[in-house]
């Protein structure tokens, strides 16, 4: 495999459709995709300061790498690429990839990133930034410390464990999505979702969790949580916590220590529909069963 070591390399394309290549200790520097249409790369202890370095590339491996403020949309339309132990401080990253891997980077920056990918893997990354995962499927998640509004909308085969999700209306037009042992923040959380799974979380929202046709919690804590699961079907929910107020489920269960309202307003849902179990209260308007 040829090397480059400890160069400064500048110019538009100027390692453009490079083939079974190793670049170590180097620089690019004043000049748009420089890898552009490359095969085989590995990129090892460098530095990427333009625009577009990766796109079109094959079997891309980086490690302990920095991509600074001015790498805009740096991985396009790229496969089986993995990032680790490295930064990435630009904007609009990594879209239209297949099979991407990133372990231990850094995201500063992660606005519009990681859209309309096919074959994700994260493991240990903190990202902050909006509209974080657009349109991506089959995805694994481990360790995320995410920061950043409108996350995850439109994704499909999504797995996520042991992360920390700060995150304004996630999980927006969702299908087939689970969420094992992870703290969230998010206001109005999986809107017209289908297929959706909690597992040992803890989750504040406001008016979240609506709109969802197949919700199921396990185990789950709801800090302050108000107006849940209204025109949810197929809820099957068991909360270890009260739940401030619950409204217009279309059916299933709901379990919970208490619920401080129950409200079915909307004649057009039959509230004999949904069992509610709250299992440290007396029944609520015949709608409630003491466990």
């Known amino acids: 495999m040829q090397k480059i070591i400890n160069e400064h390399l500048t110019g538009e394309r100027s390692l453009f459709k490079s083939r079974d290549l190793t670049v170590e200790a180097s620089i690019f520097d004043d000049g748009e995709s420089p890898l552009k249409e490359s095969n085989n790369i590995k990129v090892i202890d460098s ?7 990766l796109w079109y590339c094959h079997n891309v491996a980086v490690r302990n790498t ?3 403020e001015g790498v805009r949309a740096g991985f396009w339309y790229s496969h089986n690429v993995t990032v680790t132990d490295s930064s990435y401080q630009g904007p609009k990253g990594f879209r239209k990839c297949t099979d991407l891997r990133l372990e231990r980077v850094q995201m500063s920056n992660a606005e519009e990133t990681l859209w309309w990918n096919d074959g994700i893997e994260l493991e240990d990354v903190t990202a902050k930034g909006d509209y974080f995962c657009q349109g991506s499927s089959n995805i694994r ?5 995410l920061d950043g509004k409108y996350s995850f909308d439109g994704c499909k085969n999504v797995v996520i464990e042991g992360s920390r999700l ?28 289908k297929i959706v799974r909690f597992e040992n979380c803890t989750i504040q929202s406001l008016q979240g969790l609506c709109y969802i046709e197949g919700l199921t919690l396990r185990n789950c804590r709801l800090i302050e949580t108000d107006l849940a699961f209204e025109y949810c079907s197929d809820v099957d929910a068991e909360v270890t916590t009260p739940i401030v107020s619950v409204k217009n489920p279309y059916n299933g269960r709901i379990v919970a220590p208490k619920i401080g309202e129950i409200i079915f307003d909307d004649p057009a849902v039959d509230p004999t529909r949904t069992t509610i179990v709250q299992t440290g209260c007396p029944c609520y308007r015949g709608f409630c069963e003491v466990a």
Request: proline share 2%; hydrophobic share 50%.
């Open 141 to 145: 998640i481990k360790n995320l410390q």
């Open 66 to 68: 920095a991509f600074l």
């Open 47 to 53: 530095v990427f300061g333009w625009r577009y370095p």
């Open 166 to 193: 700060i995150t304004k209306d996630a999980f927006w037009n969702c299908e087939n999505v689970v969420v094992r042992n992870s703290f969230i923040v998010s206001e109005y959380l999986a809107w017209n979702a």
